[in-house]
Each structure stands twice: as structure tokens, then as C-alpha cells.
């Protein structure tokens, strides 16, 4: 598929490796924020985007639930994208010369045991392929950045030390969002995912009383999460992904129940399961 993909960050982010493995024929577009990525695809100025939601490690991407029902775009596929940290230096410098490595937040937190057993000090960074741009352009051989390898092609850094995060199975899930949806496409497996956005009604054991009907049809719910809305305690929105299409008769009698127990749903997408996810 020719096209551009749209991801957040600077060239060589996790994002744009994610972009990379799963569409390496189309152009990666990068976005400063979430929402320039958002507003890329919707001004058709990209036909997909890249979005990270989960990583195995760290949890949730924070804000990207709230981003989504109002995004005005749909998830059309999932991707798990195995997040390998290595530490990156200008060429010619020795690991015992690196005093000191930047990064993102994140990043920095999931690399403690080789900073530690290496005496390196962390640096908080705005982001991951960004500390490789300042690294390569500051020239201090005590300076290194934690990033992918990419990030460092990209900058012309070499790679001091290889795959140096403290969890051997760290990964991000990213959803790929475009304008149009595609409900009728199935996967080469036939196993598709639904994610959708809902609210409860005001009554007592009303979520508990949705959630029925998804045990009932023996529907696979892998995430439900909740967050505030409006600004208000009360006003709360729930984000979940099953297993399914709604073409399926059981998913179909599952929503409906959902239904009767919500004031809102919306339909985010329907997209075949990543052969990753298992």
C-alpha cells in the first residue's frame, strides 16, 4: 500500500520503527503530538495512523483513550512492536566512557539494572529519538542516548550495548487509524478484535449488569479500562477491546445487551488480531 503514515515524534522513534515493520512501502510522516498526528490523517495529509496505546512495561499511554472517540478517525489494525532500548554514543566511544545517557522518562525507568551495573547517571529527555538528535549534535563523548537502533542509523550513532532493558519481553501495542473504517475485513486467521467506547446509565450495578451479557455469550474481553470525562468524578467513560466481530451472532446479543445499560457507545473499530497478541 503506497501512502504516507503519520506517527508522533522525531525520525527513529519507537513509533516510526512500528511504522517500519508494519507498512515498510508507505512514507513516515513525523507529528509533534498525538493530535497533530490525528489532524494529519483527518486533513488528508497522511492516509494512516500510528498510534501507541499499551506497553507491556509501563502500562497505558496516557491521554491516547480520550484522544480516540473523538478523533473522527477508526482503527483499522492492531501491532505489537517488540521495544529493544540500546545505548547509543557518537562513533569511536567506549561504553566505560559514557558518564551519563539520555532518554525518555519511560525509557530511563525501564534500563535501571545496566545504569546501575554501569555507573551511569540518567538524563530526562523530551523523548527518545530526540535525545539521539542531541546527543549526535552535542559531540560529548560522555553523553550517550537510550533509543532504538533506528533512532541511531538515523543520527549516525553507533551502538554501544544491544537489547539493555531490564524486561526481556517489554512491547508496545499500537493501533493503526484511518479515515474510513473497514468492518467486513477478516483476518487470514479469521480472529478479529472489536474496541469501542461506552457509558454506563446512572443505576446501581449497571456496569456489572453490561458486562453480563459478554460472559453469557462467552466473549473474551481483554481490556476494559475507565477514565473521567467532562471534567467531572461522576462522568465516566469505559474503553474495551474484545474478541470478535459484530457480525457474530454472540458479539451481536452481547452489545445488545450493552445497550440497554448504556446512555452511549460508540464503535471505535473491527480489525484482525495480531498474530503477536497471543
Sequence with gaps: MAGKIAFQGEPGAYSHQACRETHPDMEAVPCKTFEDVIETVRGARADLAMLPVENSTYGRVADIHSLLPGSGLNIVAEAFVRVHINLLAIPGTPLSQIKTAMSHTVLLGQCRDFLREHGIQPLVGADTAGSAKIVAEMKEPTLGALASELAGEIHGLHV?????????????????????PDFKRRGASGRM?????????????ALYKAMGGFATNGINMTKLESYMVDG??????????????????????ALEELDYFTTDMKLLGVYPADPKRR
Aim: charged fraction near 25%; hydrophobic fraction near 40%; aromatic fraction near 10%.
Design 160 to 180: 554501544l550495548a544491544r537489547h539493555i532493558e531490564d524486561h526481556d519481553k517489554n512491547t508496545t501495542r499500537f493501533l493503526i487509524m484511518s479515515r474510513e
Design 193 to 205: 478484535m472489536t474496541s469501542f467506547v461506552f457509558r454506563v446509565r446512572n443505576i446501581p450495578a
Design 232 to 253: 467531572s468524578f461522576t462522568a465516566t467513560q469505559f474503553y474495551a477491546d474484545i474478541e470478535g466481530h459484530p457480525d457474530d451472532r454472540n458479539v451481536q446479543l
